[in-house]
């Protein structure tokens, strides 16, 4: 095995244990990004003189054996997170010459953790979508099948961490972006219960649902990932001022007296037989584990997708508003008014689907129409939290599929947006009520494409989510299995 491949918990031994410096560690990776970047086009921008520098600080940590829990562990991070000095595009090219004065709270802690930002990684324009197509710079390659989409939003974020080309990422999710590419590439990808994790400087899409979390090579390097990130900030105004547990200490063997509960409403019509054979065989291995495994009803699932379709662009056209050419970012050249200057720098700036996006999210909030569509998708919002309350009082986790469908051919969906908004199905349930939800490898289809399962747990119940997921991963023979790039 090479350096690059390793997890965060088995480098944190090499590092502490002076087997290997984290200037090498770090020169490996981006010896790897070398390699096959060309071929996976993650990043979008790399750092390699500071990352360097980071390293070696770690280094001079280490030597006095001081280093945090990410001490010299390269991380990449999607673009939608500030960081300081170095550019954050957010896919778009409204900010494509956007610096950030100030470091993301989320980048923060993991500097303070020790750990080496190597670069800032592709996503879909302020993570609208779920191919990384509707990136302004390019969309990835799936690092298992080349022809492939890696999912979105945080495809960069996946397609670096399956790929080698770093040792995880954070991405953010706010209707599946980390698990759904997590599900596709084959890596871990946990979404946070709202306010676990502070979005101060995330570039905002749609801030009822918006969440950060990590992408890893396994359970393990989640729980350690979401240890550094958790934790309340005063800057984000939905952050939630509640202890840390120490997450990777709920990683342990055996589920005894946890009941799973396999929700009907995700195994409807639509589903891929090879998706659900593979789910359905994951779901036995937790049975094995020892969980008791219950059939349960979430019947308001279906109406997820319609009110999220609503809400989500609703307040993206308010986010939105602020990228006028006036403060910050693009501002088109050729203006002869402010109006002017408003309408060009927007439909210059901004891609198909953002403007889409806007355009729906302005009509639905507007006089007269509010009621019927805004007011509406709150309310089956509430019935969809309901439904949840009612289930987490029959069962501990929600064990289902990520995605209907395993990832789908590059170009093949880009002028379908209405099949590609149904494809986030089982997703976007999760962020519209708040709860915490990861996605696991748990097979690869007959073309060879991963597939992922979901557990879903109630507010602020990660750590049964990364307990099944452990036992989960234990019981399967894929951790460690890795793209043949060619
Ligand atoms: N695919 C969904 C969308 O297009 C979810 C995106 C996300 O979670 N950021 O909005």
């Given at each position: 095995?090479e ?6 918990h ?6 502490a244990?002076q087997?290997?410096s984290a200037?090498e ?6 010896a790897?990004?070398?390699a096959?970047?060309?071929?996976v086009?993650a990043y ?7 990352a ?7 280094d001079?940590?280490?030597?006095d054996k001081?280093?945090?829990p ?5 991380l990449?991070i999607?673009?939608?997170l500030?960081?300081k000095g170095l550019r954050?595009?957010a896919g778009s090219k409204?900010?494509?010459n956007?610096?950030p004065?100030y470091?993301a709270a989320v980048?923060e ?5 020790g750990?080496?930002?190597?670069g ?5 324009e302020f993570a609208?979508g779920?191919?990384n197509e ?10 298992w ?9 945080s ?5 670096s961490?399956?790929a080698d080309?770093?040792i ?5 999710d706010?209707g599946?972006s ?6 596709h ?15 101060f400087g995330l570039?905002?899409y749609a ?9 890893t090579?396994?359970v393990t ?5 979401l240890?550094v990130?958790?934790g309340y ?5 939905t952050?939630v001022?509640?202890p840390?547990?120490d997450?990777p200490a709920?990683l342990k063997p055996?589920?005894?007296g ?7 409403e995700?195994f409807a019509?639509?589903?891929n037989?090879e ?5 359905l065989n994951?779901?036995?291995k937790?049975?094995?584990a020892?969980?008791e495994?219950v059939?349960?009803?979430?019947p308001?699932?279906?109406y997820?997708?319609?009110a999220?379709?609503i809400?989500a662009?609703?307040e993206?056209?308010s986010n939105?508003?602020?990228y006028?050419?006036?403060r910050f970012g ?8 402010l109006?002017?200057m408003y309408?060009?720098t927007r439909?210059?700036?901004?891609g198909?689907e953002?403007?889409?996006r806007?355009?729906i999210?302005?009509y639905a909030?507007?006089?007269?129409y509010?009621d019927?569509?805004y ?9 969809i939290?309901e439904d949840?309350k009612?289930v ?5 986790v ?11 051919q590059?170009g093949e969906?880009v002028?379908?947006?209405l ?7 089982l997703?976007?349930?999760a962020?519209?009520?708040?709860i915490p939800?990861i996605s696991?490898?748990?097979g690869f ?7 992922g399962?979901q557990?879903?747990?109630?507010h602020f ?14 019981a399967?023979?894929?951790k460690g299995r890795k793209p043949d790039?060619?």
């Amino acid at each position: 095995m090479e350096t690059y491949q390793y997890t965060i918990h088995e480098l944190q031994k090499k590092l502490a244990g002076q087997e290997i410096s984290a200037r090498e560690l770090t020169e490996t990776v981006f010896a790897r990004i070398s390699a096959v970047d060309d071929k996976v086009n993650a990043y979008l921008i790399l750092d390699k003189n500071k990352a360097m520098d980071q390293a070696a600080a770690a280094d001079k940590l280490l030597a006095d054996k001081k280093g945090g829990p990410l001490c010299g562990i390269p991380l990449s991070i999607k673009d939608v997170l500030c960081t300081k000095g170095l550019r954050t595009t957010a896919g778009s090219k409204i900010l494509e010459n956007f610096i950030p004065p100030y470091d993301a709270a989320v980048i923060e802690k993991l500097r303070a953790a020790g750990a080496v930002i190597i670069g800032k990684v592709s996503m879909d324009e302020f993570a609208m979508g779920s191919s990384n197509e509707n990136c302004a710079y390019g969309a990835p390659h799936n690092p298992w099948n080349l022809d492939y989409i890696c999912g979105g939003s945080s495809g960069g974020s996946a397609a670096s961490v399956a790929a080698d080309e770093c040792i995880a990422s954070l991405g953010s999710d706010t209707g599946g972006s980390i698990r759904q590419p997590g599900s596709h590439c084959s890596v871990v990808g946990l979404k946070p219960t709202y306010g676990r994790v502070s979005r101060f400087g995330l570039l905002a899409y749609a801030s009822s649902l918006d969440q950060i979390g990590p992408l890893t090579r396994d359970v393990t390097d989640c729980a350690i990932m979401l240890n550094v990130i958790s934790g309340y900030d005063r800057r984000d105004s939905t952050s939630v001022d509640r202890p840390v547990p120490d997450y990777p200490a709920a990683l342990k063997p055996g589920l005894n007296g946890m009941t799973v509960g396999i929700p009907t409403e995700y195994f409807a019509e639509g589903l891929n037989p090879e998706v659900n054979e593979a789910v359905l065989n994951g779901i036995d291995k937790l049975r094995e584990a020892g969980a008791e495994i219950v059939e349960v009803s979430l019947p308001h699932t279906e109406y997820g997708v319609a009110a999220y379709y609503i809400i989500a662009p609703a307040e993206a056209s308010s986010n939105l508003s602020r990228y006028d050419g006036v403060r910050f970012g693009y501002r088109s050249p050729e203006a002869d008014s402010l109006l002017d200057m408003y309408n060009k720098t927007r439909s210059q700036g901004f891609g198909e689907e953002v403007k889409r996006r806007i355009i729906i999210g302005t009509y639905a909030l507007s006089s007269g129409y509010y009621d019927a569509y805004y007011k509406k998708a709150s309310q089956v919002r509430t019935l969809i939290i309901e439904d949840y309350k009612k289930v987490f009082s029959q069962c501990d986790v929600l064990v289902s599929p990520v995605s209907p469908v395993p990832a789908w051919q590059l170009g093949e969906m880009v002028d379908d947006p209405l099949s590609m908004y149904l494809s986030d199905a089982l997703t976007i349930p999760a962020n519209l009520a708040g709860i915490p939800a990861i996605s696991v490898p748990c097979g690869f289809s007959s073309a060879g494409l991963p597939i992922g399962l979901q557990i879903q747990a109630g507010h602020f119940e990660e750590e049964k989510l990364l307990k099944a997921a452990f036992n989960l991963e234990s019981a399967l023979d894929i951790k460690g299995r890795k793209p043949d790039i060619a």
